[in-house]
């Protein structure tokens, strides 16, 4: 019986497909990578990867930025990879270096520290990955403050963010900048988990002082936001997870609002970035948990993703099959015990329980 229908199917899809190309109204949305000229090809694979698997039937624009000038390279080959419009910018100078109010001999000092500590101390025992990295920190610095700043991003309301060697192992036949928009999401993710302690020691005691002196109480329980993810009560501190920010789907002007950017820049003050190494995506995940209503937020387990060295695979077969997905589903994160996915959902069902939504 599959078998007869499945031709049939098939027929229908390619009719829907071919309908989207032509008549096709997409939203107000971008991919957008920041990276360095010298990634060219890990970029391009996954350039085309993001357009074999989505892209070329949406021709959504890829916004590309760096600190760097983009060579004239990595211009004519990545724009020839993308369907929609590729637009390449610099970062401001201004917006990649240290802030005045910070003490590089004490940025030094604690680099070594940290570096010689060598071991995550929290869970896996790892080296503290990008201990003593300067730009590494710039850079988490920029994507939490400042990437939905520049002027190539400022039309857009959706942003899509893409890293070189990330894949899709699924294709993706709907609009999912789309879905987005009509099912009032504002934030989307594929990957969370547990942040490294070491890199985010006074974080959430610094956010604590902020709610604290502004007096709002969005770690309160009852509010509908998605607050118990981020924070843990009986320990009145950070639960370390966090949205793994190398894939996220995100509504602009939450990050260009007054909310956001009033908290971004009192962080910013406390000098986090770069006496310890606070990441983008703690600093997203906070401010979406707290500041968001709980079902803005959708996880995309439907998109099959990796960034090395984790992988979410849609567990069911049957979805495997229909959206041709070529992950190993015995490799996904979702499950794993420094996945955060898990206490989200049921975070999730509890709020649908309590206020029957979604
Ligand atoms: P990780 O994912 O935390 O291990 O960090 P990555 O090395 O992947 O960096 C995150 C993103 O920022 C990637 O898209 C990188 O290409 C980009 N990136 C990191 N450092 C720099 C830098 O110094 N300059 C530029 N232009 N991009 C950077
Ligand atoms: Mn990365």
Known sequence: NRNVETP?????????????????ERANATFYTLCRNEELYQMLETVQNYE???????KYDWVFLNDYPFTDEFKRVISNAVSGEAKFGQVPASHWRFPDHIDQQKVYELMDKMDSENTTGDYLGLPIPYAKSISYRHMCRYQS?????????????????????????????????????????????????????????????????????????????GTDNLSDFVYDELSDDYTLCHF???????????????????????????????????????????????????????????IGYRHPPYL?????????????????????????????????????KDKQKSQGGN
């Not at 229908?12 to 989207?20: E, F, G, P, S, V």
């Not at 074999?52 to 949406?58: E, L, V, Y």
């Not at 899709?168 to 009509?182: P, R, T």
């Not at 509504?251 to 606070?278: A, T, V």
């Open 145 to 221: 403050g400042f990437f939905y700043k520049h002027e190539l991003l400022q039309g857009y309301k959706y942003f899509w963010r893409v890293e070189p060697d990330v894949r899709l192992y699924c294709d993706i036949d709907y609009d999912v900048f789309k879905s987005m928009e009509q099912n009032g999401k504002r934030y989307g993710f594929a990957i969370s988990m547990m942040e490294f302690e070491k890199t985010i020691e006074s974080l959430f005691k610094e956010v604590k002082n902020y709610l604290h002196m502004n007096g709002v109480s969005q770690l309160l329980n």
């Open 8 to 24: 049939h199917i098939n027929s229908q899809k390619t009719q829907y497909l071919d309908t989207i190309s032509a008549s096709h």
């Open 244 to 302: 793994w920010s190398n894939f996220e789907i995100g509504d602009l002007d939450f990050f260009r609002g007054r909310e956001y950017n009033e908290l971004f820049n009192y962080l910013d003050s406390k000098g986090g970035f770069y006496y310890e190494r606070w990441g983008d995506a703690p600093i997203h995940s906070i401010a979406v948990s707290l500041f968001m209503q709980w079902d803005d937020i959708k996880w995309f387990s439907d």
């Open 312 to 348: 979410s695979c849609p567990l069911s077969e049957e979805v495997r099959l229909e959206k041709k997905c070529s992950c190993d589903p015995s490799q996904d994160f979702t499950m794993d015990a420094y996945s955060c996915t898990r206490f989200y959902q049921d975070i999730v």
């Open 52 to 58: 074999d698997r989505f892209n070329s039937k949406f």
